[in-house]
């Protein structure tokens, strides 16, 4: 009994202390019930009414104060209490009053039921008491026979279990809102599970009279034909790895087997396991044991919970992918050459730029030195996007430089190349391709094409016109293809600008294209200066005319001024 009560009579002892097996009821088995009253007779009197009272198999544990003061301390050391029947007068005509205000407005306890009992009806008279304080019924101390206090006290009893689990339910509605955006930034598979098993356990726990505790749990998947723990709490905090039939009584691991077959959550007696399944049809299985059965709160809070957990795992899912893209980028990359410096000692000022339109794309462009004077540049377009795009093109960039090691004769390395892209080309992919190689002391140029766009020719005179073209259908459609090579010399001061189709069909927002007069507009207006410039005065001329459109294909260009003077200012 709390230290602020006084002692009840001798003969009530019993009703504190019960003895069920051998072992002691808590108050947490019982319902707190606080009796406020300055007369020791009302105490032992509501206690003698009361003391064979159960409701919801909990019995009635008594708690006395003998003031309004005695009330206030017992309450705040109580906060579970259930239900006070409360005297209006005792060491004040409204000190009753005044334990109401202080219970629903400082400490802001709505739960408790409070019963305001008077010998002395015209003192506080009841209209005006129900109506200025929150309590929950009023009654005249004459008027409350045994029979009308037991049908108050269970009455009262109901309607605070009620509110107890409405609150709980809200409280966990609270806690499962707060969860998902801390689950949904964790990155790795083990947070995730760790992230379940805690927040189950906190929404568990919310109210320990109305809702289960969490005593042990675990998070299974299935690898290969076994089911298996891959987190656990409790008494399956240790078994991590362990086959769930080992861990389980029969009966138990039945319950996972039947979650698993079709593919719902199951709940019996003090067990339950939640299945849930993400989008990529991976599932895994909460298995959670109770020290008491579960009721329909606490089935729904569970379900509530788990049956959002799939969105956790696609994030994982999601994050996966995003990395696996990102290192996919950074490879794609890198494999693209930078080193546009170092080639300005042989007389080419170079520039390429390459945005695909996803994380990474199908167009490729490449330059490199077969000898001291010959340059081989290339720009390509693999007809499709994303990973098989950029594997694609990733084939292709090494099969040209493999290829124009042996071969300077650029129409000879575009049939090669494309009869091995034709072989073993399951997926029909194909790609466009431009390939030159410019002679660096003389300016004298080969080239051949393989169904790629015209490259625009800069002359140093002012001319800007789209270069000549023979016909050679796209590299990996057709084996044993034939591509002519033709020829073309550079003087100082001439350009050329090579780009995918993802330049002159780039979109703005309502749907015009930025087409080639647009493309020849920058050129000119840029003519004579670095490759660096007209490259970034393109990039810039685009972004500035989508602006607001999405990016629908990869952009890449490539530009190089002839300039067979290094110290030429051309």
């Not at 606080?34 to 019995?59: N, Q, R, W, Y």
């Not at 400490?107 to 200025?132: C, F, H, S, W, Y």
């Not at 505790?213 to 008494?235: E, Q, Y």
């Not at 390395?413 to 072989?423: A, K, P, S, T």
Request: proline letters at 3%; hydrophobic letters at 40%.
């Amino acid at each position: 009994m709390d230290t602020d009560t006084k002692e009840p009579i001798d003969d009530l002892d019993d009703l504190f202390v019960d003895e069920t097996e051998g072992e002691l009821k808590t108050a947490k088995d019982k319902w707190k019930v606080i009796i406020v009253d300055d007369e020791p007779g009302v105490h032992d009197a509501t206690i003698l009414s009361l003391m064979d009272v159960v409701f919801d198999d909990k019995e009635i544990i008594f708690l006395q104060a003998y003031s309004g003061t005695e009330a206030k301390t017992l309450i705040e050391n109580n906060p579970d209490s259930a239900v006070m029947l409360l005297d209006v007068v005792m060491e004040t005509d409204d000190a009753g009053l005044q334990v109401v205000k202080h219970i629903r407005n400082e400490l802001n306890n709505n739960l408790v039921r409070i019963i305001l009992r008077t010998g002395q009806p015209g003192q506080a008279p009841e209209d005006k008491v129900i109506m200025q304080y929150e309590i929950n019924d009023y009654k005249s101390k004459n008027e409350l026979t045994k029979q009308k206090l037991f049908t108050t006290m269970v009455s009262a009893l109901r309607d605070y279990r009620n509110l107890v689990t409405i609150d709980g339910t809200k409280r966990g509605l609270e806690q499962i809102i707060n969860a998902f955006p801390t689950l949904f930034e964790l990155q790795s598979m083990d947070d995730i599970i760790s992230g379940i098993l805690t927040q189950l356990s906190s929404l568990l726990r919310l109210d320990e009279g109305s809702v289960y505790h969490l005593d042990s749990s675990f998070v299974a998947n299935k690898s290969s034909k076994t089911i298996t723990i891959v987190k656990g709490t409790g008494a399956y905090g240790q078994l991590i790895g362990k086959p769930a039939k080992d861990v389980l009584e029969p009966a138990k691991y039945e319950l996972l087997l039947c979650a698993e077959t079709e593919q719902r959550n199951i709940f019996t007696g003090n067990s339950c396991v939640v299945y849930f399944r993400n989008k990529t049809n991976l599932y895994n299985m909460v298995y959670i044991r109770s020290h008491r059965q579960l009721n329909e709160i606490d089935k729904n809070m569970v379900e509530i919970f788990c049956n959002n957990i799939s969105m956790a795992f696609e994030n994982i899912e999601k994050h996966k992918i995003q990395e696996s893209m990102k290192l996919a980028k950074d490879i794609q990359m890198g494999m693209l050459p930078v080193n546009f410096p170092d080639i300005m000692e042989h007389g080419i000022d170079l520039y390429a730029f390459m945005q695909p339109a996803r994380e990474v794309g199908g167009d490729l462009y490449d330059f490199f030195f077969i000898n001291d004077a010959l340059m081989c540049f290339v720009i390509g377009d693999v007809t499709d996007k994303g990973v098989p795009a950029a594997f694609f093109m990733a084939v292709t960039k090494t099969l040209i430089r493999a290829v124009a090691k042996s071969y300077t004769d650029t129409g000879e390395i575009l049939r090669l190349v494309n009869n091995d892209l034709c072989r073993d080309n399951e997926k029909s992919m194909f790609v466009t391709l431009f390939i030159g190689i410019i002679d660096t002391k003389t300016g004298v140029c080969s080239y051949s094409n393989g169904g790629h766009n015209p490259p625009f020719i800069v002359r140093h005179s002012g001319e800007i016109k789209p270069l000549e073209l023979s016909e050679g259908i796209p590299a990996g459609i057709m084996e044993d293809s034939e591509y002519k090579s033709d020829e073309l010399t550079f003087a100082a001061g001439d350009a050329i600008f090579l780009y995918t189709d993802g330049v002159t069909e780039a979109m703005d927002t309502e749907n015009r294209i930025f087409d080639d007069d647009r493309l020849i507009a920058v050129l000119s207006k840029n003519r004579g200066k670095s490759s660096k410039t007209i490259v970034e005065e393109v990039v810039s001329a685009l972004s500035e005319f989508t602006t607001g459109a999405e990016q629908s294909d990869d952009i890449t260009m490539l530009c190089f001024n002839y300039k067979p003077d290094p110290k030429s200012n051309l």
